[in-house]
């Protein structure tokens, strides 16, 4: 075992998902989401990186969510009930198996980023949902240059994400910026206040969103 797979198999350094500042940061995305009417209708969801469950654990009931993930240590935290170890670039799923697949925040940390999303294109019936950081962000240069788990987020500007979806889909997009609170690292009272503020943020928003309808 290499030393990153025992970083993630021992579980990181993470937040609990039942964290409040995790919960403020899950609940103000899925919230996101549904306004946009991105989960209207939605009856089976994959949760691709699912790790410990902050990505799976907010979503609504009436959904069935199937958490994933390569990492069992990670995995088994996840409160989810349905859930699957598996990696990302080789999923056990027939083809249009779910009618959405999100990843939240998981690209970055993949040697083969094309092989992952061609998987969740693959197995999604109506959309793809993705989440990575935005590297101009102050706050994601700091993980980048500090954490080695983060360094790959630095390449993560718009145009580099792009280029990533579009060698996977064949599918051009442009990422749109969100949120401004970091579920691991961002205290209480501040992320309290962050999650008051307009979810679309232009140019200095942690992450990207980039959504992805099938035909």
């Not at 609990?16 to 991105?38: K, M, N, T, W």
């Not at 990505?55 to 199937?66: E, G, H, L, N």
């Amino acid at each position: 075992m290499n030393e990153q797979h025992a970083f993630w198999e021992k579980g990181g350094i993470y937040r609990r998902s039942d964290h409040p500042v995790v919960e403020l940061f899950a609940r103000q995305r899925v919230g996101f989401l549904a306004r946009r009417g991105l989960l209207a209708g939605v009856r089976t969801l994959l949760d691709v990186g699912a790790g410990s469950g902050f990505s799976s654990a907010y979503y609504p009931a009436s959904i069935r969510v199937v958490a994933c993930d390569y990492a069992g240590g990670m995995l088994a935290r996840n409160p989810t009930r349905d859930r699957v170890r598996c990696a990302a670039g080789a999923l056990p799923f027939a083809d249009g198996a779910f009618d959405v697949v999100t990843c939240w925040e998981l690209l970055h940390h993949l040697d083969d980023p094309v092989a992952a999303l061609r998987e969740m294109w693959r197995v999604a019936a109506r959309r793809l949902v993705v989440f990575e950081p935005n590297r101009i962000n102050p706050g994601h240069l700091v993980l980048g240059l500090t954490r080695r788990e983060e360094r790959r987020s630095l390449l993560f500007s718009p145009g580099h994400l792009r280029r990533l979806v579009r060698a996977a889909t064949a599918r051009s997009v442009r990422p749109e910026r969100c949120g401004l609170l970091f579920p691991n690292v961002t205290p209480l009272p501040l992320a309290r206040l962050l999650a008051r503020l307009p979810y679309r943020v232009p140019l200095v928003a942690i992450s990207q969103l980039v959504v992805l309808e099938k035909d």
